[in-house]
């Protein structure tokens, strides 16, 4: 079982639609939990991070986090063609810089 | 504030050789860590590097190392490259003293490494 893991995709969604990521992780020592976008050859982009049980949002962007069932999620809402990526979940335990990802989740938005 | 830059941006060598990648970090960042990328395993830690000292490492054959030098620029390195050392070698660079809970890596543009 991988430590952190995430559905391959494609998600495909239309655009002004809200698209659904979820990711779970194995280790119940972690910490803080990281979403990343990565095009297309360009490198890692952080979107948010989460520490805390519940929802944070920003923009349009909102994170939730559930350390009982160990899992994370973020939700993209009114997505735009330009929201076309993957999309990386990390996780990191509280000592240290490691960050372990998830495979990443493909979006892909459709005008 | 200028972000993460990493050179060379692409680099293609043959088996057996050996490659130094380097980093710098953003201005006021004292920590430094390298993930490599591939198609097949993702995206995976490498090492990491505070004050000069490795914090921590991943599970990567010892002919990945790294080091970092006193303004916070941090070079790795492999030696006797192998074909399956081809990937995007990411350099992530974050404030660093506490390594706690709330600290965001920002990463650079990578190093795409070819193994011929």
């Known amino acids: 079982q991988k430590e952190v893991e995430q559905n391959s995709g494609p998600l495909s969604v239309p655009e002004g639609a809200i698209a659904s990521l979820n990711c779970t992780y194995s280790?119940?020592?972690?910490?803080?939990f990281f979403w990343y976008r990565q095009y297309s050859g360009k490198s890692p982009e952080l979107i948010m991070f989460?520490?805390?049980?519940g929802d944070k949002e920003d923009g349009r962007f909102t994170a939730q986090l559930n350390k009982a069932s160990q899992y994370v999620s973020l939700l993209i809402r009114d997505s735009q063609p330009s929201d076309s990526a993957t999309y990386l979940c990390a996780v990191k335990k509280a000592a240290g810089n490691k960050l372990t990802f998830g495979g990443g989740t493909r979006v892909l938005v459709k005008p | 504030k200028a972000g993460v830059t990493q050179t060379p941006r692409y680099l293609i060598k043959t088996r057996g050789q050996q490659v130094t990648l380097s980093c710098s970090p953003i201005s006021g960042h004292r920590s430094v860590s390298w993930y490599q990328q591939t198609p097949g395993q993702g995206l995976q830690f490498l090492f990491e590097?505070?004050?000069?000292?490795?914090?921590n490492k991943g599970n990567f054959p010892g002919r990945f190392s790294g080091r970092q030098f006193s303004n916070s620029r941090s070079e790795m390195n492999v030696s006797t490259l192998e074909l399956g050392d081809s990937a995007l070698y990411l350099c992530?660079?974050?404030?660093?003293?506490?390594?706690?809970?709330?600290?965001?890596?920002?990463f650079g543009p990578g190093t795409r490494l070819l193994v011929l």
């Open positions: 989460i520490y805390s049980n």
């Open positions: 280790d119940r020592g972690s910490q803080s």
């Open positions: 590097y505070f004050s000069e000292t490795q914090r």
């Open positions: 992530a660079s974050s404030w660093g003293p506490r390594a706690g809970d709330q600290e965001t890596q920002y």
